[in-house]
């Protein structure tokens, strides 16, 4: 997705100190984007700053902006801001920091039904399949082209990862899909499906997605860091610092959203009660 997707979805954020006031951790997330982040700061990524914020002994300030096409461009490479909380770490136009987590697309299924393990499982031939997109073009996240290699676009459903922003959470409707039955299957990045699944009435199966390099240039597997400008590579340090002495903490955090990892204990991914 991000991914993809996404990849993927992301805030910035500004340090400064003042003679006379504490140090400010200004913060631009997308308003409306749960797990990641929303306005009442319940996303992992608000918590993550949060984390990161103690650490520095600084305290975080929000500027809400939408995740769209540009919002990179309109806000760290406009200057409103300086870090980006969740950004996949080999993006080029950034330098970023150590990685917060690895996680995965995965198979999102309802457990009564099939489980799908690998992109060419034959069953995809035939199943109702949701993927995410990032435009109109429902071909531009990772599982999209993957799909499309094989000749799998008729009986493909795409989900914008932006949506309604008067409807609450929009990512949240194509693991919705899944459990209402309007679709059989969904190939959704790790860290939504981990967090929305367990919210159905019905029981989901998250499977991760193999190959997890489709070809030779298209990953399923991503690194996800904090990204900042590629000059400040005093800020990077700074963060790596505090990412490194509160790791135990970010983890407990990931852990708690449910977010799929492939640099942690296997059983983060499985059956959603």
Known sequence: MCSAFLSVLVGCVLLSVGAAQARELRVCVD????????????????????IVAQELQAEPTYTWWAQRRGFIRNTLKADVCDLVPGI????EMLRTTVPLYR????????V????????????????RIGVQMIGNDASNT????????????QNVRGFSVYGDYRDPN????IVEAVARGEIDVAIVWGPLAGYFAPKQTIAL???PVKPQ????????????SMGIRKEDTALRAELETAIERRRADIDAVLAEYGVPRLDRAPETVGAMP
């Open 213 to 224: 390099i489709d070809g030779p240039k298209l990953p399923m597997v991503f690194d996800i």
């Open 31 to 50: 308003p409306n984007n749960l797990p990641f982040s929303n306005d009442r700061l319940e996303g992992f990524e608000n918590k993550i700053v949060a």
């Open 205 to 207: 199966r998250l499977t």
């Open 88 to 91: 996949a770490s080999n993006m």
């Open 103 to 110: 996680s995965t697309y995965v198979f999102v299924t309802r």
């Open 142 to 153: 990772p599982p999209a082209h993957a799909l499309a290699r094989r000749g799998i676009t």
């Open 112 to 127: 009564d039904a099939p489980n799908i393990e690998s992109l060419n499982d034959p069953a995809l031939r035939e199943l």
């Open 170 to 173: 929009p990512p949240a409707r």
